[in-house]
């Protein structure tokens, strides 16, 4: 499965911001989907994650009520959407995916996509 993200943006704090991620192959709606991100010095960090079927959505403490995932099969398409950003969602995002993993840990996704940058100033 390739990735490839889109929608990284600069933009101000209290604005909002959808990330889109496209994977290739006939068997994308087979894969659990997931957002992680990483900020400059720090470690790469689970953001959310969404069942191949829907049926379950995981979010971080950090951005529950502020980010929704979702995903359309028919596109090969998984989306973050993202409002009220802060400063401190200031990274690089990342798209993964996985058949099984539904976890926070970022060793249990077999395939990353390349990272798209979002930058919120205050």
């Known amino acids: 499965v390739q990735l490839v993200e889109s929608g990284g943006d600069t933009v101000q704090a209290g604005d909002s911001l959808r990330l889109s991620c496209t994977g290739s192959?006939?068997?994308?709606?087979?894969?659990?989907m997931g957002w992680f991100r990483q900020a400059p010095g720090k470690e790469r960090e689970f953001v959310s994650v969404?069942?191949?079927?829907?049926?379950?959505?995981d979010y971080a403490d950090s951005v529950k009520g502020r980010f929704t995932v979702s995903r359309d099969n028919a596109k090969n398409s998984v989306y973050l959407e993202m409002k009220n950003l802060q400063v401190e969602d200031t990274a690089v995002y990342f798209c993964?995916?996985?058949?099984?993993?539904?976890?926070?840990?970022?060793?249990?996704?077999?395939?990353w996509g390349q990272g798209t940058q979002v930058t919120v100033s205050s």
């Open positions: 192959g006939r068997t994308f709606g087979s894969y659990t």
């Open positions: 969404i069942s191949y079927n829907e049926a379950r959505t």
């Open positions: 993964v995916a996985d058949l099984w993993a539904m976890g926070v840990n970022p060793a249990e996704y077999d395939y």
